[in-house]
């Protein structure tokens, strides 16, 4: 089983990235996908998941609105959609995936993901 991710970057204020997390190894049914992220001297956090079974989501108040995760199930990929970057944005992301059922009440929580990608680095400057 393997998440890569990709798509990190430098980018201006304001402007936008697309991460992507392509998973293999599994089926792609049922599973929950999230994005946690690290910022310098912060802890991980969960900021979306999206469960593929319904495509139900969430999102952490940080990120509602200029965020949005999205999947391709041909691709079995899990895209991460920023907008309106923020320098409070600057972390490494993570994306992370478990079998899904219970998403929503343990989503937030680290423990609750088997699998983990390689982090990608985002950093919002100008």
């Known amino acids: 089983v393997q998440l890569q991710a990709f798509g990190g970057g430098l980018v201006q204020p304001g402007g936008s990235l697309r991460l992507s997390c392509v998973v293999s190894?599994?089926?792609?049914?049922?599973?929950?996908i999230a994005w946690f992220r690290q910022g310098p001297g912060k802890t991980r956090e969960a900021i979306s998941w999206?469960?593929?079974?319904?495509?139900?989501?969430y999102y952490a108040d940080s990120v509602k609105g200029r965020f949005t995760i999205t999947r391709d199930n041909a691709k079995n990929t899990v895209y991460l959609q920023m907008n309106n970057l923020e320098p409070e944005d600057t972390a490494v992301y993570y994306c992370?995936?478990?079998?899904?059922?219970?998403?929503?009440?343990?989503?937030?929580?680290?423990?609750?993901?088997?699998?983990w990608g390689q982090g990608t680095q985002v950093t919002v400057s100008s």
């Open positions: 190894g599994f089926t792609f049914d049922e599973y929950a």
């Open positions: 992370a995936g478990s079998y899904g059922t219970n998403v929503r009440y343990f989503g937030l929580e680290e423990a609750f993901y088997t699998y």
């Open positions: 999206i469960f593929t079974a319904d495509s139900s989501t």
